[in-house]
Protein backbone atom coordinates (compact mmCIF):
# COMPACT_ATOMS: atom_id res chain seq x y z
CA UNK A 1 0.00 0.00 0.00
CA UNK A 2 1.13 3.67 -0.48
CA UNK A 3 0.77 6.65 1.77
CA UNK A 4 0.00 9.39 -0.48
CA UNK A 5 0.37 13.15 1.60
CA UNK A 6 -1.61 15.58 -0.31
CA UNK A 7 -3.16 13.08 -1.97
CA UNK A 8 -7.11 14.88 -2.40
CA UNK A 9 -4.96 18.23 -3.92
CA UNK A 10 -4.44 18.54 -7.90
CA UNK A 11 -1.26 16.62 -8.55
CA UNK A 12 -1.60 14.06 -5.60
CA UNK A 13 -5.31 13.12 -6.82
CA UNK A 14 -4.07 12.23 -10.21
CA UNK A 15 -0.99 10.14 -8.43
CA UNK A 16 -3.91 8.51 -6.67
CA UNK A 17 -6.42 7.90 -9.60
CA UNK A 18 -3.14 6.21 -11.51
CA UNK A 19 -1.86 4.35 -8.68
CA UNK A 20 -5.80 2.57 -8.53
CA UNK A 21 -6.25 1.90 -11.83
CA UNK A 22 -2.14 0.06 -11.83
CA UNK A 23 -3.83 -2.11 -9.33
CA UNK A 24 -2.34 -0.25 -6.24
CA UNK A 25 -3.72 0.05 -2.94
CA UNK A 26 -3.62 3.83 -1.58
CA UNK A 27 -4.39 5.61 1.73
CA UNK A 28 -4.22 9.56 1.77
CA UNK A 29 -3.67 12.06 4.19
CA UNK A 30 -4.33 15.21 3.90
CA UNK A 31 -5.38 18.12 6.02
CA UNK A 32 -7.96 19.61 3.43
CA UNK A 33 -7.13 22.69 3.39
CA UNK A 34 -6.41 22.84 -0.23
CA UNK A 35 -7.65 19.76 -0.83
CA UNK A 36 -10.98 18.59 -2.08
CA UNK A 37 -12.00 15.10 -0.61
CA UNK A 38 -14.50 14.69 -3.31
CA UNK A 39 -11.39 13.86 -5.54
CA UNK A 40 -10.91 10.91 -3.43
CA UNK A 41 -14.22 9.93 -3.13
CA UNK A 42 -13.78 5.70 -2.10
CA UNK A 43 -10.43 5.94 -0.98
CA UNK A 44 -9.44 5.65 2.53
CA UNK A 45 -8.75 9.12 3.71
CA UNK A 46 -7.12 10.19 7.16
CA UNK A 47 -7.53 14.06 7.31
CA UNK A 48 -4.44 15.50 9.15
CA UNK A 49 -1.55 17.79 9.37
CA UNK A 50 1.94 17.16 9.30
CA UNK A 51 2.51 19.02 12.35
CA UNK A 52 0.60 15.39 14.04
CA UNK A 53 3.60 13.20 13.95
CA UNK A 54 1.71 11.00 16.39
CA UNK A 55 -1.11 10.59 13.81
CA UNK A 56 1.40 10.33 10.90
CA UNK A 57 2.94 7.29 12.86
CA UNK A 58 -0.64 5.57 13.65
CA UNK A 59 -1.49 6.23 9.76
CA UNK A 60 1.99 4.01 8.96
CA UNK A 61 1.29 1.42 11.82
CA UNK A 62 -2.98 0.85 10.56
CA UNK A 63 -2.12 0.47 7.31
CA UNK A 64 -0.08 -1.89 5.76
CA UNK A 65 2.50 1.19 4.30
CA UNK A 66 5.70 -0.18 2.00
CA UNK A 67 6.27 3.47 0.22
CA UNK A 68 5.32 7.20 0.69
CA UNK A 69 4.50 9.43 -2.21
CA UNK A 70 4.95 13.58 -0.42
CA UNK A 71 2.70 15.90 -2.92
CA UNK A 72 1.56 18.15 0.42
CA UNK A 73 3.34 21.14 0.90
CA UNK A 74 2.22 24.71 0.06
CA UNK A 75 3.40 25.94 -3.98
CA UNK A 76 2.76 29.43 -4.26
CA UNK A 77 6.43 31.30 -5.05
CA UNK A 78 4.58 34.79 -4.47
CA UNK A 79 3.29 34.02 -1.24
CA UNK A 80 6.24 32.29 -0.10
CA UNK A 81 8.15 35.31 -0.34
CA UNK A 82 5.65 37.76 1.72
CA UNK A 83 5.12 34.52 4.48
CA UNK A 84 8.21 31.97 4.34
CA UNK A 85 7.27 30.95 7.95
CA UNK A 86 4.50 29.13 6.16
CA UNK A 87 6.91 27.38 3.83
CA UNK A 88 9.82 26.68 6.43
CA UNK A 89 6.75 25.17 9.00
CA UNK A 90 4.71 23.23 6.19
CA UNK A 91 7.40 22.04 3.81
CA UNK A 92 10.27 21.80 5.86
CA UNK A 93 9.45 21.15 9.31
CA UNK A 94 6.03 19.12 8.17
CA UNK A 95 8.24 16.72 6.11
CA UNK A 96 10.86 16.33 8.87
CA UNK A 97 8.02 15.15 11.06
CA UNK A 98 6.86 12.92 8.07
CA UNK A 99 10.30 11.56 7.66
CA UNK A 100 10.92 10.79 11.51
CA UNK A 101 7.67 8.87 11.71
CA UNK A 102 8.70 6.68 8.87
CA UNK A 103 11.87 6.27 10.51
CA UNK A 104 10.06 5.01 14.12
CA UNK A 105 8.01 2.89 11.75
CA UNK A 106 10.31 1.37 9.43
CA UNK A 107 8.93 3.25 6.03
CA UNK A 108 12.01 3.88 4.17
CA UNK A 109 10.75 4.53 0.75
CA UNK A 110 9.85 7.64 -0.45
CA UNK A 111 8.83 9.72 -3.73
CA UNK A 112 9.06 13.13 -3.35
CA UNK A 113 7.54 16.05 -5.23
CA UNK A 114 10.19 18.58 -6.07
CA UNK A 115 10.26 21.54 -8.45
CA UNK A 116 12.17 23.22 -11.18
CA UNK A 117 12.02 26.21 -9.08
CA UNK A 118 15.21 24.65 -7.62
CA UNK A 119 17.04 25.42 -10.18
CA UNK A 120 16.40 29.32 -9.92
CA UNK A 121 17.52 31.00 -13.04
CA UNK A 122 19.36 28.54 -14.98
CA UNK A 123 22.29 29.84 -16.27
CA UNK A 124 21.30 27.43 -19.62
CA UNK A 125 18.46 25.78 -21.23
CA UNK A 126 16.96 23.25 -21.40
CA UNK A 127 17.79 22.45 -17.82
CA UNK A 128 19.87 19.26 -17.02
CA UNK A 129 20.00 18.05 -13.38
CA UNK A 130 23.41 18.81 -13.60
CA UNK A 131 21.93 22.36 -13.17
CA UNK A 132 23.23 23.54 -10.20
CA UNK A 133 20.52 24.38 -7.91
CA UNK A 134 19.98 28.24 -6.76
CA UNK A 135 16.53 28.86 -5.98
CA UNK A 136 15.56 32.34 -6.02
CA UNK A 137 12.10 32.13 -3.54
CA UNK A 138 11.44 31.01 -0.23
CA UNK A 139 9.42 27.97 -2.00
CA UNK A 140 12.37 26.89 -3.70
CA UNK A 141 14.74 26.75 -1.03
CA UNK A 142 12.36 25.08 1.01
CA UNK A 143 12.31 22.75 -1.63
CA UNK A 144 15.79 22.21 -2.27
CA UNK A 145 16.23 22.02 1.87
CA UNK A 146 13.53 19.12 1.76
CA UNK A 147 15.91 17.52 -0.86
CA UNK A 148 19.09 17.98 0.89
CA UNK A 149 17.53 16.08 3.94
CA UNK A 150 16.13 13.47 1.76
CA UNK A 151 20.12 12.84 0.67
CA UNK A 152 21.28 12.81 4.43
CA UNK A 153 18.34 10.53 5.54
CA UNK A 154 19.55 7.85 2.26
CA UNK A 155 23.31 7.90 3.54
CA UNK A 156 22.77 7.28 7.13
CA UNK A 157 19.17 6.30 7.12
CA UNK A 158 19.30 3.91 3.76
CA UNK A 159 16.10 5.48 2.56
CA UNK A 160 15.28 4.96 -0.81
CA UNK A 161 13.79 8.17 -2.48
CA UNK A 162 13.37 9.44 -5.76
CA UNK A 163 12.94 12.96 -6.05
CA UNK A 164 10.75 14.56 -9.05
CA UNK A 165 11.18 18.13 -9.96
CA UNK A 166 8.18 19.17 -11.96
CA UNK A 167 7.85 21.47 -14.66
CA UNK A 168 4.98 23.47 -15.14
CA UNK A 169 2.09 20.72 -13.91
CA UNK A 170 -1.59 21.58 -15.97
CA UNK A 171 -3.82 19.74 -17.63
CA UNK A 172 -6.16 17.62 -16.22
CA UNK A 173 -7.55 13.59 -16.33
CA UNK A 174 -8.40 13.21 -20.19
CA UNK A 175 -11.38 11.64 -18.69
CA UNK A 176 -12.84 14.32 -16.97
CA UNK A 177 -13.07 12.63 -13.66
CA UNK A 178 -10.66 15.28 -11.70
CA UNK A 179 -9.70 18.28 -12.26
CA UNK A 180 -7.25 21.70 -10.91
CA UNK A 181 -9.91 23.81 -8.43
CA UNK A 182 -7.15 26.88 -5.95
CA UNK A 183 -8.40 29.18 -4.77
CA UNK A 184 -7.32 32.00 -5.33
CA UNK A 185 -6.08 30.82 -8.75
CA UNK A 186 -2.92 32.40 -9.89
CA UNK A 187 -1.70 29.54 -12.52
CA UNK A 188 -2.16 30.84 -15.83
CA UNK A 189 -4.02 28.34 -17.99
CA UNK A 190 -6.80 28.25 -15.21
CA UNK A 191 -6.06 31.50 -14.71
CA UNK A 192 -7.22 32.07 -18.99
CA UNK A 193 -10.15 29.31 -18.76
CA UNK A 194 -11.72 31.00 -15.19
CA UNK A 195 -11.28 34.53 -17.25
CA UNK A 196 -13.56 32.91 -19.73
CA UNK A 197 -16.01 31.10 -17.54
CA UNK A 198 -16.56 34.14 -15.65
CA UNK A 199 -17.73 35.91 -19.12
CA UNK A 200 -14.79 38.10 -18.77
CA UNK A 201 -15.92 40.08 -15.52
CA UNK A 202 -11.95 38.56 -14.19
CA UNK A 203 -9.60 40.13 -16.89
CA UNK A 204 -6.23 37.80 -17.52
CA UNK A 205 -3.01 40.08 -16.47
CA UNK A 206 0.07 38.82 -18.74
CA UNK A 207 3.32 39.24 -16.61
CA UNK A 208 5.52 41.03 -18.85
CA UNK A 209 6.10 41.19 -22.49
CA UNK A 210 10.14 42.25 -22.43
CA UNK A 211 11.66 39.06 -22.11
CA UNK A 212 14.38 37.99 -23.92
CA UNK A 213 12.35 35.74 -25.25
CA UNK A 214 10.72 35.29 -29.11
CA UNK A 215 7.44 37.47 -28.34
CA UNK A 216 8.81 38.59 -25.45
CA UNK A 217 6.64 36.53 -23.28
CA UNK A 218 7.86 33.93 -20.45
CA UNK A 219 8.32 30.53 -21.79
CA UNK A 220 7.78 27.41 -19.69
CA UNK A 221 7.60 23.67 -20.37
CA UNK A 222 3.40 22.50 -19.47
CA UNK A 223 3.48 19.28 -18.27
CA UNK A 224 0.33 17.00 -18.52
CA UNK A 225 -0.53 16.50 -14.35
CA UNK A 226 -1.37 12.46 -16.41
CA UNK A 227 2.36 12.55 -17.03
CA UNK A 228 3.33 13.13 -13.79
CA UNK A 229 0.78 10.59 -12.21
CA UNK A 230 3.03 8.00 -14.34
CA UNK A 231 6.07 9.01 -13.43
CA UNK A 232 5.37 8.65 -9.67
CA UNK A 233 3.92 5.01 -10.60
CA UNK A 234 7.66 4.29 -12.68
CA UNK A 235 9.75 6.02 -9.64
CA UNK A 236 8.31 3.35 -7.39
CA UNK A 237 10.48 0.38 -9.45
CA UNK A 238 13.35 1.81 -10.12
CA UNK A 239 14.11 3.49 -6.24
CA UNK A 240 16.99 1.84 -4.21
CA UNK A 241 17.92 2.03 -0.53
CA UNK A 242 20.69 4.30 0.15
CA UNK A 243 20.40 6.21 -2.82
CA UNK A 244 18.95 9.54 -3.58
CA UNK A 245 17.61 9.90 -7.27
CA UNK A 246 16.27 13.18 -8.98
CA UNK A 247 14.69 13.57 -12.38
CA UNK A 248 13.39 16.55 -14.21
CA UNK A 249 9.95 15.89 -15.40
CA UNK A 250 8.78 18.18 -18.46
CA UNK A 251 8.10 17.84 -21.90
CA UNK A 252 11.08 19.28 -23.29
CA UNK A 253 9.42 21.58 -25.12
CA UNK A 254 8.69 25.59 -24.26
CA UNK A 255 5.58 27.17 -25.01
CA UNK A 256 5.00 31.32 -24.25
CA UNK A 257 2.22 32.84 -22.23
CA UNK A 258 0.83 34.42 -25.73
CA UNK A 259 1.06 31.33 -27.37
CA UNK A 260 -1.12 29.29 -24.63
CA UNK A 261 -3.23 32.09 -24.77
CA UNK A 262 -3.42 31.13 -28.51
CA UNK A 263 -4.32 27.54 -27.88
CA UNK A 264 -6.67 28.36 -25.19
CA UNK A 265 -8.71 30.54 -28.02
CA UNK A 266 -8.58 27.50 -30.00
CA UNK A 267 -9.88 25.09 -27.79
CA UNK A 268 -12.85 27.62 -26.15
CA UNK A 269 -13.16 29.23 -29.39
CA UNK A 270 -13.42 32.71 -28.04
CA UNK A 271 -10.88 35.50 -28.24
CA UNK A 272 -9.01 35.97 -24.84
CA UNK A 273 -8.69 39.02 -24.01
CA UNK A 274 -5.75 40.37 -21.56
CA UNK A 275 -3.90 43.10 -20.52
CA UNK A 276 -0.02 43.62 -20.48
CA UNK A 277 1.43 44.35 -17.07
CA UNK A 278 4.64 44.36 -14.80
CA UNK A 279 6.85 41.58 -14.59
CA UNK A 280 5.89 39.26 -11.78
CA UNK A 281 8.88 38.91 -9.18
CA UNK A 282 10.40 35.65 -9.11
CA UNK A 283 9.82 35.09 -13.09
CA UNK A 284 12.82 33.62 -14.70
CA UNK A 285 12.48 34.08 -18.46
CA UNK A 286 12.83 30.54 -19.92
CA UNK A 287 12.20 27.36 -17.68
CA UNK A 288 12.73 23.89 -20.29
CA UNK A 289 13.94 20.60 -18.77
CA UNK A 290 15.90 18.72 -20.37
CA UNK A 291 14.51 15.39 -20.11
CA UNK A 292 17.31 12.88 -21.07
CA UNK A 293 17.49 11.09 -17.71
CA UNK A 294 14.30 10.80 -17.44
CA UNK A 295 13.86 8.95 -20.44
CA UNK A 296 17.07 6.91 -19.52
CA UNK A 297 16.62 5.80 -16.07
CA UNK A 298 13.37 6.19 -15.40
CA UNK A 299 11.54 5.39 -18.41
CA UNK A 300 9.45 8.44 -19.29
CA UNK A 301 8.00 10.16 -21.70
CA UNK A 302 5.92 12.45 -21.87
CA UNK A 303 2.71 11.60 -23.41
CA UNK A 304 1.17 14.80 -23.89
CA UNK A 305 2.90 17.18 -25.56
CA UNK A 306 0.64 18.76 -27.44
CA UNK A 307 -0.50 22.21 -25.08
CA UNK A 308 -4.12 22.58 -27.39
CA UNK A 309 -4.40 18.94 -26.25
CA UNK A 310 -3.24 19.71 -22.76
CA UNK A 311 -5.64 23.29 -22.05
CA UNK A 312 -8.56 21.00 -23.92
CA UNK A 313 -8.43 18.80 -20.73
CA UNK A 314 -8.41 21.43 -18.26
CA UNK A 315 -11.38 23.16 -20.12
CA UNK A 316 -13.26 20.07 -20.32
CA UNK A 317 -13.44 19.27 -16.89
CA UNK A 318 -13.42 23.18 -15.63
CA UNK A 319 -16.63 23.80 -18.06
CA UNK A 320 -18.76 20.97 -16.11
CA UNK A 321 -17.16 21.97 -12.42
CA UNK A 322 -17.51 26.30 -12.91
CA UNK A 323 -17.57 26.53 -9.19
CA UNK A 324 -14.78 23.81 -8.52
CA UNK A 325 -15.00 20.99 -6.34
CA UNK A 326 -18.03 21.21 -3.70
CA UNK A 327 -17.11 22.16 -0.39
CA UNK A 328 -17.11 19.63 2.42
N1 LIG B 1 1.35 34.25 -15.96
C1 LIG B 1 0.72 35.35 -16.49
N2 LIG B 1 -0.50 35.70 -16.00
C2 LIG B 1 -1.14 35.00 -15.01
C3 LIG B 1 -0.49 33.86 -14.47
C4 LIG B 1 0.77 33.53 -14.98
O1 LIG B 1 1.25 36.03 -17.38
O2 LIG B 1 -2.27 35.39 -14.60
C5 LIG B 1 2.67 33.84 -16.49
C6 LIG B 1 3.77 33.82 -15.44
O3 LIG B 1 4.41 35.07 -15.39
C7 LIG B 1 4.68 32.71 -15.94
C8 LIG B 1 3.73 31.76 -16.69
O4 LIG B 1 2.55 32.51 -16.94
O5 LIG B 1 5.59 33.23 -16.86
C9 LIG B 1 3.40 30.53 -15.89
O6 LIG B 1 2.99 30.94 -14.59
P1 LIG B 1 2.31 29.98 -13.56
O7 LIG B 1 1.91 30.81 -12.37
O8 LIG B 1 1.23 29.20 -14.24
O9 LIG B 1 3.42 28.93 -13.19
P2 LIG B 1 4.93 29.13 -12.60
O10 LIG B 1 5.81 29.27 -13.81
O11 LIG B 1 4.92 30.32 -11.70
O12 LIG B 1 5.16 27.86 -11.87
Request: hydrophobic share 35%; proline share 5%; with cysteine.
Amino acid sequence: MILVTGGAGYIGSHAVLGLRESGQDVVVFDDLVEGHAESVAGVPLVQGSLADRDLIEKTLRDYPVEAVMHFAARCYVGESVTNPAKYYQDNAVGMFQLLEAMRTVGVNKFVFSSTCAVYGTPDQVPITEKCERRPISPYGTTKRFCEEMLEDYCRAYDFAVVALRYFNASGSDPQGRLGEWHNPETHLIPRILRCELSGQTERLQVFGNDYPTPDGTCVRDYIHVTDLAEAHRLALGVMKAGEFQFFNLGTGKGCSVIEVIEAARKVTGAEVPYDVVGRRAGDPPELVAAVDKARDVLGFEASYKDIEETVRHAWNWLKNHPDGYPKA
